[in-house]
C-alpha cells in the first residue's frame, strides 16, 4: 500500500521535546513536496512545518522557533523536532503531499496520508 508512515509521537509534560518521522511507503519524497500537518480534536486540519528540496522551510506562526524540519532523502524520510512543546501542540501529526512553495500548508497531489502519530502534552 502506497502511504506515508508517522511515527515517534508520545505523551510528554509542557517544555518537553519529541522528534517525528515520516518514510514513504511505496513512493519517493524525491517526487513531491512534503510537509506535516496536525488535526487536533474538534479542530481542523493545519499545516505545521514544510522543506523544500532547495532546503528552504515553512512553518506555522505557533511553532516558529519551537519545531525544525528537515528531509533526508536517501532515507525516503522526513523528520520535526518539536521542541517546548505546549498542550495547545497535542494532535494527531501527518506527514502528506502539499502544495511547493508559498502555500505549503496546503495538501496537494496524492496524499499518501498515513495513520498519524498522536503528540499529547500535559500542563
Known amino acids: 500500500q502506497v502511504q506515508s508512515v508517522e511515527s515517534g509521537g508520545g505523551s510528554v509534560q509542557a517544555g518537553g521535546s519529541l522528534k517525528l518521522s515520516c518514510t514513504g511507503s511505496?513512493?519517493?519524497?524525491?517526487?513531491?513536496?512534503m510537509g506535516w500537518f496536525r488535526q487536533a480534536t474538534g479542530k481542523e486540519r493545519e499545516g505545521v512545518a514544510a522543506v523544500d528540496s532547495d532546503g528552504r522551510s515553512f512553518y506555522a506562526e505557533s511553532v516558529v522557533g519551537r519545531f525544525t524540519v528537515s528531509l533526508d532523502y536517501a532515507k525516503n524520510a522526513m523528520y520535526l523536532q518539536m521542541n517546548s512543546l505546549k498542550p495547545e501542540d497535542s494532535a494527531i501529526y501527518y506527514c502528506?503531499?502539499?502544495?511547493?512553495?508559498?502555500?505549503?500548508?496546503?495538501?496537494?497531489?496524492?496524499?499518501?496520508w498515513g495513520q498519524g502519530t498522536e503528540v499529547y502534552v500535559s500542563a
Open positions: 502528506a503531499t502539499r502544495r511547493c512553495g508559498v502555500n505549503w500548508y496546503i495538501p496537494a497531489g496524492p496524499g499518501y
Open positions: 511505496g513512493y519517493s519524497f524525491s517526487s513531491y513536496c
